[in-house]
């Protein structure tokens, strides 16, 4: 079954220790995103890789990281989390192709940060 | 700047009616316009896109309508079931640069048994 997997679904965590969302995809696509979602504000592109070993910033990447170093894997780092990311997670994936609007999404992390 | 919003946070209807959630977006650059489907607990799941050069797009029981004199989007859901009920996204993608999708805020349908 095609499929983006992301672990875990809800973490509750403290200001400040680090945290790796993992996100997995077995359509070997070229195209991952991370996304948050916050109530009124749809969902915000986070970073994005192109493929393997290709990343950059969206629209919002201050306090995070990520690296891909293998295609089917996409993870989220907060190096030091800080409350206001409190928020609801997804990844993404597609196949590099403009023509391409269809987006596979994950289940989502739900992440508090107190 | 760039903008993909809706004029509706929540929409109500009867189940069996026709459903109609609109959008506004600013960018009269994007390449394609998109409506995803979010249900409560899951991912964002695609339903219909429409290339920036048409006007009207259908699938199953949905159509998507594309006005660019007025930069207005809409969906249309024919004979609304209790299985519809989610929040719908509209968004956004420009087959240049990093080609992400630009997301509007959502808004929730309510179908009424």
């Known amino acids: 079954e095609a499929q983006v997997t992301q672990n875990p679904r809800y973490l509750i965590t403290v200001t400040g220790k680090k945290l790796t969302v993992t996100c997995s995809q077995n359509m070997n696509h070229e195209y991952m995103s991370w996304y948050r979602q916050d109530p009124g504000l749809g969902l915000r592109q986070i970073y994005y890789?192109?493929?393997?070993?290709?990343?950059d910033k969206g629209d919002v990447p201050e306090g995070y990281k990520v690296s891909r170093k293998e295609k089917r894997n996409f993870p989220l780092i907060l190096e030091s989390p800080s409350p206001n990311q409190t928020s609801l997670y997804f990844c993404?994936?597609?196949?590099?192709?403009?023509?391409?609007?269809?987006?596979?999404f994950g289940q989502g992390t739900r992440l508090t940060v107190v | 700047g760039e903008s993909v919003g809706l004029h509706l946070p929540t929409l109500s209807v009867q189940e069996g009616d026709n459903s109609i959630i609109n959008c506004a977006y600013s960018n009269s650059a994007s390449d394609y316009f998109i409506w995803y489907k979010q249900e409560s607990g899951k991912g964002p799941q695609f339903i219909i896109d429409i290339r920036s050069n048409m006007d009207k797009r259908q699938g199953q029981r949905v159509t998507v309508l594309l006005n660019k004199t007025v930069k207005h989007l809409s969906l249309q859901i024919a004979a609304t079931q209790p299985g519809d009920s989610a929040v719908y996204f509209c968004?956004?993608?420009?087959?240049?640069?990093?080609?992400?999708?630009?997301f509007g805020s959502g808004t929730r349908l309510q179908v009424q048994p």
């Open positions: 968004a956004e993608k420009s087959g240049t640069g990093r080609r992400a999708l630009t």
């Open positions: 993404a994936s597609s196949p590099w192709d403009r023509r391409n609007t269809e987006a596979f």
């Open positions: 890789s192109m493929n393997v070993e290709v990343t």
